[in-house]
C-alpha cells in the first residue's frame, strides 16, 4: 500500500489547555509503538504548546485546525503558519466547513492558506464536502470539484503530494448521519480521479483522501476498507482515548 492510513483528531473548540494535554498524554500511552497508522491530534491554539510537549518523543503528530496566509502583521486574533511551526506543528486543518459557513471562508482564501501552509513545510488538510440542500439537488460531485480544484490552484506537482484532502460532507458532520460506504467511495475515487488530471496517476496514488463526518468505532471499518479512504477526520469521537484509539485499530486493521 503506496498510502498509509492517516486518523487524524479535530478537537475543535474543546479542552482546556489542562484537558488537551492530558487527553494527549493518555493517546501516547495507549498507542505505544504502533507506527502502521499515521496519527495526528488538532487541538484549540491555546492548547498547542502543552500538546507539543506532551506528545514529544512520541509518533502522535500535532496539527492545528486553522491559520492566518500572512506570516505576520496586523491581523488582530490570528495566528501564522511560522508560529505553529514553531510549536512543532506538522499539520494544519483548512477550510473545515465551520469556517466556510460560520466564518465566512471563500475557497479563495483557503488557496492563500494551502500556499502558505506548504511554503510554511504545513501539511495542509484540506476540507471539502457538500451541504445536504446540494447533495439533495444532485450538485455533489460539482461543489467537491469546484472546491478541491480553487483550494489547490497554483499547487505544483512537485509539492502535490505533502496534501491531505478530507471529504466531510457537511450534512454528515456532528450529526450520527454518516454517509453510506458507497457515497464515501464515489465522492473519494471522483476526488483521487481530480487529482490524477491535475497531477498525474503517480501523485495521485500518494494523495491521502480521508472522510470526515460521524465516523466512529462502529462504522470506521467499512469505510477504511474502501480504495479509495485513507483514513479519517475525527471530531466528536476523538476527544475521548477509548474511541480516538479504537479508530486508530481500525485503520491499521484496514491498512
Ligand atoms: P464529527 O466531526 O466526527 O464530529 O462528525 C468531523 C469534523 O468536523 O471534522
Redesign the pocket.
Known sequence: MIRKKLIAG?W?MNKTSADAVALARDIVFSLGTQSSVDVVVCPPFTALEGVARAVDGSLVKLGAQNMHFEASGAFTGEVSAPMLRALFATHV?LG???RRTLFGETDELVNKKVLSALKNQLRPIV?VGESLAEREAGSTLKVVQAQTERALDGVSKEIAASIII?Y?PVW????GKVATTEQAQEVHGFIRGLLAKAYGDAVAQRIRILY?????PANAPELLAQKDIDGG??????LEVRSFIELVNAAAGAS
Open positions: 479535530n475543535k486543518i473545515h466547513s465551520e476540507c478530507a466531510e454528515a458532520i456532528g450529526t470526515g463526518g460521524s465516523m466512529k477526520l475525527i471530531g466528536g469521537a476523538s
